[in-house]
């Protein structure tokens, strides 16, 4: 982290501290932002499982973050790697094993409490219940057709009004595009990635990594009537610095 962002961050934080001050004497109010769990509440709670997202909803999160993947027998479930843990310590890959062998045991535990992998649907069901925004990431490359599965069956258990779309391969936001035209949609953008332009001309929001976000750049995506997300702030110094920039989402594990 570049000395130059660390001091924008504690200026944030500095500043965040004189704002809340005059708050209480009748000063303007801090735009508010949305808070998004990042995997469910993973700080606390084994990340992308039903037991994380529903402590999130408990936690008062506004959303929660969840990455997609298929199974060797086409299901949709809950997880940033291609591998699972189980409890005996078996390492699975998704795409090489059906549901029903993904679930035979719970997943190795990283806190007390047996959980098992969250199917697509489950986390679906869990933020209708709760009336909470879905941020829905796309793991790796989707055929059109898996495109469709996963966001028909979106709009079939909750509301693709409440659904938003991300991913970093920029085809899988096309091919949603074409078969969705009114899904909101986010490029996930990482502090080493280029082009955050080519959002601007086909109309995707974004969601970027705090690190390497500008207000510039911020100000480019509202001017064009498109919303900014930020990943993944676990701090008070990335947070306060995200909400100086005016983001409207701010993904955490903890806040």
Not at 22 to 47: D, N, T, W
Not at 121 to 130: F, G, S
Not at 153 to 171: N, R
Not at 193 to 215: K, M, N, P, Q
Request: glycine content about 8%; aromatic content about 10%.
């Amino acid at each position: 982290m570049s000395v130059q962002l660390i001091f924008k961050m504690v200026l944030a934080t500095l500043m965040s501290v004189f704002t809340a001050f005059g708050s209480l004497f009748g000063g303007a109010p801090q735009k508010q932002v949305c808070m998004i769990a990042h995997r469910g509440y993973s700080g606390v709670y084994h990340e992308n499982t039903e037991l994380a997202f529903q402590k999130a909803a408990e936690h008062g999160s506004g959303g929660a973050e969840t990455d997609v993947r298929i199974t060797k027998d086409g299901e949709f479930v809950c997880s940033h790697d291609g591998e699972i843990t189980l409890k005996d310590g078996t390492v699975l890959a998704i795409a090489d094993h059906t549901l029903e062998e993904l679930t035979a045991q719970p997943l190795k535990r990283k806190n007390l409490g047996e959980v098992y992998l969250c199917t697509f649907r489950r986390y679906l069901e869990v933020m209708k219940e709760n009336d909470m925004i879905c941020f829905i990431e796309l793991k790796g490359g989707y055929t059109d057709e898996q495109v469709n599965q996963v966001f028909t069956l979106a709009g079939e258990v909750y509301d693709l009004s409440k659904c938003i779309l991300q991913s970093f391969d920029f085809d899988n936001l096309l091919k949603a595009r074409e078969q969705f035209p009114d899904l909101p949609i986010m490029l996930t953008y990482g502090a080493d990635d280029t082009g955050w332009e080519r959002c601007l001309e086909h109309g995707f929001s974004i969601d970027a990594d705090y690190r390497c976000v500008t207000e510039e750049m911020v100000q480019a995506f509202h001017d064009a009537g498109l919303e900014f997300a930020v990943w993944t702030c676990n701090d008070l110094l990335s947070l306060n610095y995200s909400k100086s920039l005016g983001v409207d989402y701010i993904e955490s594990d903890v806040f």
